[in-house]
């Protein structure tokens, strides 16, 4: 009877060791590179790099920087909850010809705190006729 008692308890133990992980929050980045090709000067720079939250508790970004001033990063005000999307929004200044290759530092709550995301492609003059 004591033998089945201990047993139990251990087994009951260690479903409560499994079920009392701490919560962590979890970035995944669809992609952690934009490619703008071959852009004119003048187009539209803002682009959008996607992720999810795929842990079990809130995301919190914290900071978002770039490289230079030449490159303008938006990040979500609000947490993140589990299993839901967010977006950080880049916009690249591309009055600047010139080829583009800048990173753009994420830092959260994550259990990976800092993401570096990366932009690259070239800013053309438009061809005169």
């Not at 996607?50 to 842990?55: C, D, R």
């Not at 990173?103 to 993401?115: E, F, K, Y």
Request: proline share 6%; aromatic share 6%; net charge positive.
């Amino acid at each position: 009877m004591m033998k089945n008692l201990i047993a139990i308890l251990f087994v009951g133990m260690l479903s409560v060791s499994a079920f009392a992980q701490e919560k962590v929050a979890k970035i995944e980045f669809k992609t952690d590179v934009i490619d703008y090709g071959t852009i004119l000067k003048g187009a539209d720079g803002v682009r959008v790099f996607e992720f999810t939250n795929t842990g079990n508790a809130p995301l919190i970004i914290t900071k978002v920087s770039s490289t230079c001033g030449c490159t303008i990063p938006k990040k979500p005000e609000a947490p993140i909850l589990p299993g839901d999307k967010g977006e950080i929004q880049v916009k690249y200044n591309t009055q600047i010809v010139d080829p583009i290759r800048k990173t753009i530092t994420v830092m959260s709550n994550a259990d990976t705190p800092i993401v570096a995301l990366k932009i690259k492609g070239e800013v053309v003059e438009p061809k005169t006729k």
